[in-house]
């Protein structure tokens, strides 16, 4: 019986050895890709999390430099903040606050340099609306009308598609071309929520180009 039993667990063993013969090396490296995976996952958030600390602290550096009206330094920071941690939030935000520094200073070139590098790069639809509307007008202010139209004809959010409507048409009024901006007032009056102040003043555009648009009942302007 003894040796019966022994028998069978020879044959069982044999099997095991003949299966991981065949299939370990299978299995092994599996198991090292669902680990490796893993791991670098954790990896991966902790790398993220240690970028966005370090990210704010340099954030906080622009911010600084913007208070101190220091060009230079908000310059640096910045250039800082775009080398290191250029896919983040913080840095998108500090190219903002970097061009509305730079405006402020007079170096125009610089804040259109920071707008643009937001509006090609920010992973946040709005941050992009933000830059590109910011840019399109410090484009128009220096009578770049083309380039500005360029910026404005971009897809924007259905939240934002109304301010761009409306710049789009203050450009096209400004290049001479009453036509075209009584259309994109029209379009923007459209876009814009009834509920909006800013849409009075469209409707005062249109009226200005001998448009006349319906204004919505009370009751539907309330909603």
Do not use: C
Request: glycine share 4%.
């Amino acid at each position: 019986m003894a040796s019966h039993l022994d028998l069978e667990e020879q044959e069982q063993l044999a099997e095991i050895k003949h299966f991981w013969k065949t299939y370990g090396n299978l299995i092994s490296w599996a198991l090292i890709a669902i680990l490796g995976s893993y791991a670098a996952w954790n990896g991966y958030q902790y790398w993220q999390r240690a970028q966005s600390t370090k990210a704010s602290a340099l954030y906080d550096e622009v911010e600084k430099a913007v208070a101190a009206n220091d060009a230079t330094r908000v310059e640096r920071s910045l250039t800082d903040m775009k080398d290191k941690f250029g896919t983040t939030h913080f840095a998108h935000q500090a190219g903002l606050l970097a061009a509305r520094s730079f405006y402020a200073q007079g170096k125009t070139d610089q804040a259109k340099a920071a707008l643009a590098w937001v509006s090609e790069n920010a992973a946040t639809p709005a941050l992009k609306d933000v830059a590109r509307l910011r840019l399109a007008a410090l484009l128009w202010e220096s009578q770049a009308f083309d380039e500005a139209l360029k910026q404005l004809n971009a897809s924007f959010t259905p939240e934002m598609n109304g301010l761009a409507s409306d710049m789009r048409a203050d450009v096209l009024q400004a290049k001479g071309q009453p036509i075209e901006a009584a259309a994109a007032y029209q379009q923007a009056w459209k876009q814009i929520p009834p509920n909006s102040d800013y849409r009075r003043i469209v409707q005062a555009k249109l009226s200005a180009l001998g448009v006349q648009v319906a204004s919505e009942p009370p009751e539907m302007a309330a909603k």
